[in-house]
T-cell receptor, first 114, second 111 residues
Framework: SQTIHQWPATLVQPVGSPLSLECTVE??????LYWYRQAAGRGLQLLFY??????ISSEVPQNLSASRPQDRQFILSSKKLLLSDSGFYLC?????????????FGPGTRLTVL | DAKTTQPPSMDCAEGRAANLPCNHS???????VYWYRQIHSQGPQYIIH???NNETNEMASLIITEDRKSSTLILPHATLRDTAVYYC????????????FGTGTKLQVIP
């Protein structure tokens, strides 16, 4: 069966510090991968998605970046965090197929920037 | 993606059926209706999806109107663990399109 891992689960970082969040998927090949952010009390905002190794599409301009060094690994990074980067970060993968498009989400990382 | 409209919150008594509505009046013929839920501090969880026929699985039932402009997610016997935010999404299938989540409906199951 497929599983998705995210770490760390929680993170407190000072403003201006770097960030690296990792997501890995097991049990599937060539998944579509997604990074979302959810601010407190808000809906999910898509940040990046990837259809393959090294292929990253950005949805929202910001000081975050994403990379996909391996087929089942997706990394979210920042060189200098802002207060507004606080939120709940979710990684998701999409099951393939022609007729359905279900996404499965990881447990999330709660980031607090102080 | 077509937009959806959901009530911001609903209450349901434990053991009763929870009926969560969703309006998607601009849905296209090739767009599916998906439902996810997000329990506090967890990632969203897929519940069910459908195109035009009613669907049922171990978690819920999905009723889609004949004109497909609205749908209802039914949790037949709500439990306290069903307290969550429920998202209704419409989207075409296939490709690598993103899932756009709105603010959903906060369902509170009351003992």
């Amino acid at each position: 069966s497929q599983t998705i891992h995210q770490w760390p689960a929680t993170l407190v970082q000072p403003v201006g510090s770097p960030l690296s969040l990792e997501c890995t998927v097991e049990g599937t090949s060539n998944p579509n991968l997604y990074w979302y952010r959810q601010a407190a009390g808000r809906g999910l905002q898509l940040l990046f998605y990837s259809v393959g190794i090294g292929q990253i599409s950005s949805e929202v301009p910001q000081n975050l970046s994403a990379s996909r060094p391996q087929d089942r690994q997706f990394i979210l990074s920042s060189k200098k965090l802002l207060l507004s980067d606080s939120g709940f970060y979710l990684c998701a993968w999409r099951t393939g197929g022609v007729s359905t498009d279900t996404q499965y989400f990881g447990p999330g990382t709660r980031l607090t920037v102080l | 993606d077509a937009k959806t409209t959901q009530p911001p919150s609903m209450d349901c008594a434990e053991g009763r059926a929870a009926n969560l509505p969703c309006n998607h009046s601009t849905i296209s013929g090739n767009e599916y209706v998906y439902w996810y839920r997000q329990i506090h501090s967890q990632g969203p969880q897929y519940i069910i999806h459908g195109l035009k026929n009613n669907e049922t699985n171990e978690m819920a039932s999905l009723i889609i109107t004949e004109d497909r402009k609205s749908s209802t997610l039914i949790l037949p016997h709500a439990t306290l663990r069903d307290t969550a935010v429920y998202y209704c999404i419409v989207r075409v299938s296939g490709g690598y399109q993103k899932v756009t989540f709105g603010t959903g409906t906060k369902l509170q199951v009351i003992p």
